[in-house]
């Protein structure tokens, strides 16, 4: 992974239970123990938002053509998964996740959580709020 614009490292760790993928891990996190994700949004998931291999595989997801995301308030989402042409693994998250991160009022630089919840079979997206 490359460095950001302050040639800060961005933080992944890969645990058995959670991944952190972002700028920073986020302080006001809650644990837990199913597959999860933290992604500090950027110009570029404008559209599309990429499924992290170790993320996409260990929840099923990689094998399937699309996915639901619930919001904080309880809606649920239809989200297409694409799988972009390129010789690494790069899923992503496609049609139907601006219209979510427009609903949301999503902004670039916001950090969110993707939590999958295995009982109900979909991603729960939760902003994080810096805390200043």
Not at 99 to 121: M, Q, V, W, Y
Request: aromatic share 14%.
């Amino acid at each position: 992974m490359g460095t950001d614009a302050k040639g800060k490292q961005p933080v992944y760790s890969l645990k058995k239970e959670a991944w952190t993928i972002c700028d920073h891990k986020p302080e006001s996190s809650a644990e837990t123990t199913n597959p999860q994700f933290y992604l500090t949004l950027k110009e570029h998931h404008r559209y599309r938002v990429t499924l992290y291999k170790e993320f996409a595989t260990e929840t099923g997801l990689a094998y399937k053509k699309a996915v639901v995301l619930e919001d904080p308030h309880g809606r649920y989402w239809p989200v297409a998964l694409h799988w972009a042409k390129t010789r690494w693994f790069k899923l992503e998250m496609a049609s139907g996740w601006s219209e979510f991160r427009k609903a949301n009022r999503l902004a670039f630089g916001d950090t969110c959580s993707f939590e999958f919840i295995p009982s109900k079979n979909v991603i729960r997206v939760t902003e994080i709020k810096h805390e200043n």
